[in-house]
Structure formats: structure tokens, C-alpha cells
């Protein structure tokens, strides 16, 4: 059925839940997973918003590495063949939708919220972009 599932991260305590989800999925059905965390694109501003941005896009990109280590660290854990990705272009629902596309996932497995989201909504704005854009099946864990 499926054979390489796409699990998107973005270091949030739902998003973990994603990984384990999708990596006890993958572990069911015997597939490999990938795990991507696209890192956001920060806004043009000059002056002394410059460092500050600097130091975010800093900060975001350890929390990235951090959670690529960890998600890759839980599927060998479990036996589960992993890659990691670090996108840094573009926004967030398009790297993840290409990264699926380029590496033949069947599958994406995601979080219904990630570190934006609010508990009030639904479903979070990159999860709602991802399903209504992606030609590869999503399912989406609470």
C-alpha cells in the first residue's frame, strides 16, 4: 500500500505526535519515512530589525536541526529507514508538498496544528493548504 510516507515538523508538542504517528503507521506497513521541516521565510526589513531577524532565522534553524534529530533519532528507534529535510525556501505548504513529489511519498502524515495554529480553529493554515493543494494523499492526526 504505502511505501514512503512524508512527515512534516515544525518542532511543535503536536507535531511530535505527528512523527510518532506516522512512524508507528510506517512501522505497521513496513514503510520508510522522511521527515521536512520548512523553515519559514522572514520578511525584507532593514535598520535595526535586521539583527533581530538574523537571530530568529538563527534560533529557527537549530530548532529545525533539533527536531529532524530527534524525529530521526525515534524512527531508528523503531527500525524504520528515515531522511531528513530542511527546507529553507519558499513557504512552508509548498516545500512540503514539492518535497513529496520529488521523493515519491505516497503519503504525507501531519499534525492538524503546528506552531502557529490556535486552538480555536480546525485545522491549522499549512495543514488547510497542504490538503487542498497536494496531489499525495494526507492524513491528518489530531
Given amino acids: 500500500m504505502y511505501r514512503h510516507i512524508l512527515i512534516p515538523t515544525d518542532g511543535s508538542e503536536l507535531a ?3 512523527i ?3 512512524i508507528a503507521l510506517a512501522k505497521s506497513i513496513g514503510a520508510k519515512v522522511s521527515v521536512i521541516f520548512a523553515v519559514e521565510p522572514l520578511s525584507e526589513l532593514t535598520g535595526h530589525f535586521r ?8 534560533m529557527r534553524k537549530e530548532q529545525a536541526t533539533k527536531a529532524l534529530n530527534d524525529a530521526a533519532n525515534a524512527a531508528r528507534e523503531a527500525g524504520i529507514p528515515c531522511e531528513t529535510v530542511l527546507a529553507e525556501n519558499g513557504q512552508p505548504h509548498q516545500a512540503i508538498i514539492a518535497v513529496a513529489a520529488d521523493r515519491g511519498c505516497d503519503l504525507i502524515v501531519m499534525s492538524s496544528h503546528g506552531r502557529s495554529g490556535l486552538s480555536v480553529l480546525l485545522i491549522g493554515s499549512v495543514t488547510n493548504k497542504v490538503l487542498a493543494q497536494a496531489k499525495t494523499p494526507v492524513l491528518v492526526c489530531p
Fill in 51 to 58: 539583527d533581530t531577524i538574523a537571530n530568529f532565522a538563527e
Fill in 16 to 18: 511530535k505526535r505527528g
Fill in 20 to 22: 510518532a504517528q506516522g
